[in-house]
T-cell receptor, first 112, second 116 residues
Framework: GENVEQHPSTLSVQEGDSAVIKCTYSDSASNYFPWYKQELGKRPQLIIDIRSNVGEKKDQRIAVTLNKTAKHFSLHITETQPEDSAVYFCAASMGSARQLTFGSGTQLTVLP | DGGITQSPKYLFRKEGQNVTLSCEQNLNHDAMYWYRQDPGQGLRLIYYSQIVNDFQKGDIAEGYSVSREKKESFPLTVTSAQKNPTAFYLC???????????????FGDGTRLSIL
């Protein structure tokens, strides 16, 4: 089955700096890669997703890049703010299974 | 998302007891999922269902059971066979699009289960 590895497990940045979280996946058949943000005790919320026919997608301060050859994808947050502090999860899915395999999460702390 | 309701928010289980977690959605989504979340770990899939009266085991189905009698409901039973049930349980749903065309999963607020 699919295996998703996520790094780093914790990340601290100064407010206004950029943050980058990286994930690798094992199954080349995976074609959908969402990112979720989860605040303490809350539900995961989809913040951005990318499909395998696209190399990069951007939404305001958030961007995701995908390298299918290397089987890795990354989340980039620019101009970080304290409210960006949360746990971020990457995931990968193959279309036919419609299942998501999640990474282990990254605790992002934005220091004021 | 307001369209997925999980209850209760907190649940306590005694030794040898089965407990059922509720998940209801009014999004008209075909697919529903149950995940378990432990501290410092990602979400692990317990069961999923793509259509009524059909469901599939996920990665950690042992000690759990589900039913899908209605499109909008997907209850999860944590049986006494699950020896380490303490975790945060999340229900999700999604549209089933064409093959090889994934749609996002939307989550409920979760149920925190503890052992007494």
């Amino acid at each position: 089955g699919e295996n998703v590895e996520q790094h780093p497990s914790t990340l601290s940045v100064q407010e206004g700096d950029s943050a980058v979280i990286k994930c690798t996946y094992s199954d080349s058949a995976s074609n959908y890669f969402p990112w979720y943000k989860q605040e303490l005790g809350k539900r995961p919320q989809l913040i951005i997703d990318i499909r395998s026919n696209v190399g990069e997608k951007k939404d305001q301060r958030i961007a995701v890049t995908l390298n299918k050859t290397a089987k890795h994808f990354s989340l980039h947050i620019t101009e970080t703010q304290p409210e960006d502090s949360a746990v971020y999860f990457c995931a990968a899915s193959m279309g036919s299974a419609r299942q998501l395999t999640f990474g282990s999460g990254t605790q992002l702390t934005v220091l004021p | 998302d307001g369209g997925i309701t999980q209850s209760p928010k907190y649940l306590f289980r005694k030794e040898g007891q089965n407990v059922t977690l509720s998940c209801e959605q009014n999004l008209n989504h075909d697919a529903m999922y149950w995940y378990r979340q432990d501290p410092g770990q990602g979400l692990r899939l317990i069961y999923y269902s793509q259509i009524v009266n059909d469901f599939q085991k996920g990665d950690i189905a042992e000690g759990y059971s589900v039913s899908r009698e209605k499109k909008e409901s997907f209850p999860l039973t944590v049986t006494s066979a699950q020896k380490n049930p303490t975790a945060f349980y999340l229900c999700a749903s999604s549209i089933l699009a064409a093959p090889n065309s994934n749609q996002p999963q939307h989550f409920g607020d979760g149920t925190r289960l503890s052992i007494l």
